[in-house]
């Protein structure tokens, strides 16, 4: 029953996830001249991250195992594939009209995502920890 339980939340992570991936595809899209522009320094940086930190967040939950070597396998699943998918994603942005790929753009998305996957690991560490004793 547990792991029918289990098998059913990683489902639905897994479909949020791609959900969210697509979400990110259809913005990171759109030609550069319809982007609103921010009068705040750096402030696309802030939503690359915060996009990236949720994305960080949906990968690890879709994937995570709570196991012996489970939970690094995770980690770096989670990380490998948000680092990947950053990475091409900034790389599209080549035919995008007005966009172009920039590497702190990646940056900020690598640090979000990271940030992301160690929140939700801390948390259900914690939560294990918590449980245990």
Same mark, same amino acid.
């Given at each position: 029953?547990?792991?029918?339980?289990?098998?059913?939340?990683?489902?639905?992570?897994?479909?949020?996830?791609?959900?969210?991936?697509?979400?990110?595809?259809?913005?990171?899209?759109?030609?550069?001249?319809?982007?609103?522009?921010?009068?705040?320094?750096?402030?696309?940086?802030?939503?690359?991250?915060?996009?990236?930190?949720?994305?960080? &967040? %949906?990968?690890? *939950? +879709?994937?995570?195992?709570?196991?012996? #070597? @489970?939970? $690094?396998?995770?980690? !770096?699943?989670? =990380?490998?594939?948000?680092?990947?998918?950053?990475?091409?994603?900034?790389?599209?942005?080549?035919?995008?009209?007005?966009?172009?790929?920039? &590497? %702190?753009?990646? *940056? +900020?998305?690598?640090?979000?995502?990271? #940030? @992301?996957? $160690?929140?939700?690991? !801390?948390?259900? =560490?914690?939560?294990?920890?918590?449980?245990?004793?």
């Amino acid at each position: 029953m547990l792991s029918t339980m289990k098998s059913a939340a990683s489902y639905r992570y897994r479909l949020l996830t791609l959900v969210y991936a697509v979400i990110i595809l259809i913005l990171t899209s759109t030609p550069g001249d319809r982007v609103p522009k921010f009068t705040i320094a750096h402030f696309d940086k802030i939503v690359h991250f915060s996009i990236y930190y949720i994305f960080g &967040v %949906l990968l690890l *939950l +879709a994937v995570f195992e709570f196991k012996p #070597l @489970g939970s $690094l396998k995770s980690i !770096l699943t989670a =990380l490998i594939t948000g680092l990947g998918f950053g990475a091409l994603d900034e790389f599209h942005q080549f035919w995008i009209p007005n966009r172009f790929p920039d &590497v %702190l753009d990646f *940056l +900020a998305d690598a640090a979000g995502l990271s #940030l @992301g996957i $160690l929140s939700v690991f !801390l948390f259900i =560490l914690l939560k294990y920890i918590k449980v245990r004793l």
